[in-house]
């Protein structure tokens, strides 16, 4: 859609992108490679995050897979609602855009920021647009270029490659619902112990989903956690001690932080480096480094 309309001359003001931090690490290199063609366009580009800012008792976390661990639960979308793409990816947009001097000079002149929606000419997109088509928005107008042009997926790809570019893979948080069997295969470990453990975080308060994948079926499990098993992407070993000692110990260093006031307390990824660097197989090492840190160590964390 962006090539498009800048080789028709209707490049954009403005081209946003939320990131939740946990896109794939091809969505990454690919966005780098974009924000070269963009400047050489002089399309004004930036990357949005939804911030927290109230974290109660909690160590402070800065992404979503902070937030699931945090709290203990699934990305909404693995429950069939779309909250966690509304907040980590829609709300910053927006948020950005109020504070953007073009938006506000527009809305000031009683005009509305045109806003150019990806959604594709495909029938599975018609049904996306045609249920935001039905919302009035007093601050936006929305405008669907591919619709418009009648292009499905495919002739976005052929115009990307008519571009010399390289088609981009699918974009989605890693540990999302909508992530397909070949696409978990291709992670890199980190992401792939992030979901073993954000699916063990989670299991005891899951009463209508088995994990990420929803419920189990022919072609694929519930729990992700059991395809990487089944798949061995990940050691059997590592998986059970995951499984077995990584919520607690999370939970005890949740704890543990609440003690401190928040400017000295210890961020979530304190944790996580620690849950990282150990090795596959365990050992004392590791099990050291898992420990939860008691105030006084929280302190020095921090
Ligand atoms: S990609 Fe999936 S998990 Fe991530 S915000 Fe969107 S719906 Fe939620």
């Given at each position: ?16 992108t939320a990131d939740p931090g946990a896109e794939k690490?091809?969505t ?20 949005v995050r939804y911030v927290t ?8 976390y800065n992404d979503l897979a902070g937030s699931l661990l945090t709290n203990g639960c699934l990305p909404s979308i693995a429950f069939g609602r779309s909250s966690c793409s509304l907040k980590y990816k829609a709300a910053p947009q927006e948020a ?32 996306r ?41 699918k974009s989605s948080c890693v540990f999302c619902t909508a992530m ?11 992401w792939?112990?992030m979901i073993?453990?954000i699916e063990?975080r989670a299991?005891?308060r899951l009463?209508t989903v088995?994990g990420l994948w929803r ?9 992700m ?78």
């Amino acid at each position: 859609m962006l090539i498009e309309l800048v080789s028709q001359g209707r490049k954009p003001d403005l081209v946003l992108t939320a990131d939740p931090g946990a896109e794939k690490p091809e969505t990454y290199a690919y966005l780098d490679m974009m924000r070269g063609w963009m400047a050489n366009h002089d399309i004004e580009f930036h990357v949005v995050r939804y911030v927290t800012k109230r974290f109660k008792n909690y160590p402070p976390y800065n992404d979503l897979a902070g937030s699931l661990l945090t709290n203990g639960c699934l990305p909404s979308i693995a429950f069939g609602r779309s909250s966690c793409s509304l907040k980590y990816k829609a709300a910053p947009q927006e948020a950005f855009i109020k504070t953007w001097q073009p938006a506000i000079d527009a809305w000031a002149r009683g005009e509305k920021v045109i806003r150019y929606i990806g959604y594709d000419a495909s029938k599975r997109d018609g049904q996306r647009y045609a249920h935001a088509a039905t919302i009035e928005d007093p601050l936006f107008d929305n405008s669907y270029p591919l619709r418009e042009w009648l292009w499905d997926r495919d002739a976005c790809e052929n115009r990307i490659r008519a571009e010399g570019l390289p088609v981009p893979p699918k974009s989605s948080c890693v540990f999302c619902t909508a992530m397909k069997p070949d696409e978990v295969r291709a992670l890199p470990e980190y992401w792939l112990r992030m979901i073993v453990l954000i699916e063990a975080r989670a299991a005891p308060r899951l009463r209508t989903v088995e994990g990420l994948w929803r419920r189990s079926t022919k072609s694929k499990p519930g729990r992700m956690t059991n395809f990487i098993r089944a798949e061995r992407l990940l050691p059997e070993a590592e998986i059970d001690r995951i499984i077995a000692s990584a919520p607690t110990s999370l939970v005890r260093f949740q704890e543990a932080a609440a003690q401190e006031p928040l400017d000295t307390r210890p961020t979530l990824e304190t944790w996580l480096e620690r849950f990282h660097a150990i090795s596959p197989e365990g050992g004392t090492n590791a099990k050291a480094s898992l420990e939860p840190l008691d105030a006084q160590q929280c302190r020095r964390a921090a």
